[in-house]
């Protein structure tokens, strides 16, 4: 018999945790009627501005078929976080997985403005992309190259090599899944070769908190230019040049101001 769930989970606390929140997020996208439309990645609303997207895209899952093959591949993975003697970890794996959300998120947008401005195929200027597809592949293709004898188990009875997972499962869903993201699960296995044989390293706590902060800037001012929520608090306006911002917090009637000026050629914000 395998080990009791209760100590898997204390195993794989980051996976489990991911787990939580995507099927969260899955829960309240069904309650509250959301379409894919309103939180997936498009290269029209990225470059509308709706940067958030980024995020929003790779945690939503809008079936439940999604959410329990992604989350079930995930759960298999979740071995990763007891690897520390191949370089992985719990820490390195949240960090990883913060570059893998990001990257493959630009990735993908930088595939589909490659295929529209050079081969005119203006369908991947609508096509929407959701789900956690893009970093499910990343560690599958890291833990192959990392420990090539593993095994993926999917649904507790389907078992893949993991040296041949992350093609095989890019065929098995292309196939099987005729809606699936080619290009995002593609972005994905991309992103995680960069990282497994060192093209992407040197990821510490202090940076990956920098990334995170910056992460969650960029989320706000792009949710607040984009329109798509409103924080009363919190306001964008163009100053003598419009191409540079003004943020201006307002509270309690009284207005703090922060103008970027240009100094001898250094914007001091």
């Known amino acids: 018999m395998g080990k009791p769930l209760f100590y898997e989970i204390l195993e794989k606390p980051a996976t489990s945790c991911i787990i939580g929140i995507c099927s969260g997020i899955w829960f309240y996208i069904q309650k509250k009627n959301i379409g894919y439309q309103h939180v997936g990645l498009s290269y029209e609303t990225a470059i509308e501005g709706h940067h958030w997207r980024v995020i929003t895209s790779a945690f939503s899952h809008i ?29 390195n794996y949240l960090h990883y997985t913060l570059v893998l959300v990001v990257v493959s998120g630009l990735l993908v947008l930088g595939m589909y403005h490659f295929l529209i401005q050079r081969f005119k195929i203006e369908y991947f200027r609508r096509v929407t992309a959701v789900g956690y597809s893009c970093v499910v592949f990343g560690w599958m293709t890291i833990l192959s190259v990392k420990q090539p004898s593993s095994k993926l188990d999917l649904f507790g009875f389907l078992s ?34 960069a990282i497994a044989w060192g093209l992407i390293h040197g990821m510490t706590n202090y940076w990956a908190v920098s990334m995170l902060g910056w992460i969650a800037v960029v989320f706000i001012f792009s949710l607040k230019h984009s329109g798509a929520y409103d ?39």
């Open 160 to 193: 893949l090599p993991i040296s041949f997972a992350p093609f095989e499962s890019l065929i098995f869903t292309s196939i099987i899944v005729p809606q699936a993201s080619f290009l995002g699960h593609l972005s994905g296995i991309i992103v995680g070769y």
């Open 231 to 269: 924080f009363s608090f919190l306001e964008i306006e163009s100053v003598t040049d419009p191409s540079l911002p003004s943020v201006r917090f307002i509270r309690n009637g009284r207005t703090l101001q922060m103008n970027t000026v240009p100094v001898e050629g250094i914007q001091i914000v």
């Open 63 to 91: 079936s439940v078929l999604h959410l329990v093959f992604n989350m079930s591949a995930l759960w298999s993975l979740g071995v990763i976080e007891q690897l520390d003697h191949l370089g992985l970890g719990v820490a």
